[in-house]
């Protein structure tokens, strides 16, 4: 998909059109932020890192209580349980993953950066590696 817009060069009275490929969409269940490139190259560029595992993923959560600190690593796999919204959850057992064939393995790192004691909440970055 190509986006164009209309724009004028600082000041100018004169227009000119410049046109961006949309490159990819963030979590679309979350923030529906898209990402855009100058060039349909780039736009390559960044397919193939994607499917190589080459572009990390960190998110922020705003949680309820004071997060604990230091790291907490969760090595469990996940799976989709509903494509429609999006929804995931991980494997308590073997036995689960086992009938669950589409678990991938994956390491999430919680850590916690902030906490604010007039709302009791803790921002928590989260590192997510499948």
């Known amino acids: ?9 600082h000041g100018s009275k004169s227009l000119f059109m410049v046109y961006y490929v949309v490159l990819h969409r963030l979590d679309k269940l979350t923030s529906g932020v898209l990402l855009l ?9 960044f397919q193939q890192d994607l499917i190589n595992h080459q572009v990390e993923k960190m998110y922020i959560a705003r949680v309820i ?11 469990k796999p996940i799976y989709c349980t509903c494509v429609k919204v999006g929804k995931y ?8 993953e086992k009938i669950l064939k589409d678990a991938k393995d994956a390491i999430t790192t919680f850590k916690k950066r902030w906490y604010d004691e007039t709302t009791n909440t803790s921002l928590v970055e989260c590192n997510l590696k499948i």
């Open 89 to 96: 959850d991980y494997c308590e057992n073997n036995e689960e």
């Open 37 to 45: 490139a100058k060039s349909q190259h780039m736009t390559v560029v």
């Open 1 to 9: 998909m190509k986006i164009f817009f209309v724009r004028s060069s």
């Open 65 to 75: 209580g004071n997060f604990p600190d230091g790291d907490i690593i969760v090595e």
